[in-house]
């Protein structure tokens, strides 16, 4: 199966900066889409990022200009660069991939474990 471990939340002031990074491991053919999501208490899951295989992205409005979303796909990891950080993007952040198995050469679509970031005023 294909895993991906995300790393880099934490608790930061508003302000601040933070660098999520999303690493895809497993028996892999491809990976097309790699992003971002997150989900705070009592609201529904919204994407906040991500990029194509070819390179395009995808910002939810009340990220652009704030959010950077970038891949080495040499590594299959996809990152988050997060500036200018506000209580309201406190939330648990999921690294999400689809792709192609490097196994059947079939599709998948895994989810990470989900990395806590707090954001205080």
């Known amino acids: 199966q294909v895993q991906l471990v995300e790393s880099g939340g934490g608790l930061v002031q508003a302000g601040g900066s933070l660098r999520l990074s999303c690493a895809a491991s497993g028996s892999i053919f491809s990976i097309n889409n790699m992003g971002w999501y997150r989900q705070a208490p009592g609201k529904y899951r919204e994407l906040v990022a991500d990029?194509?295989?070819?390179?395009?992205?995808n910002y939810a409005d009340s990220v652009k200009g704030r959010f950077t979303v970038s891949r080495d796909n040499a590594k299959n990891t996809v990152y988050l660069q997060m500036n200018s950080l506000k209580p309201d993007d406190t939330a648990v952040y999921y690294c999400n991939a689809r792709g192609y198995s490097g196994t059947y050469y079939g599709r998948f679509d895994t989810w990470g474990q989900g990395t806590q970031v707090t954001v205080s005023s």
């Open positions: 990029i194509t295989s070819g390179g395009s992205t």
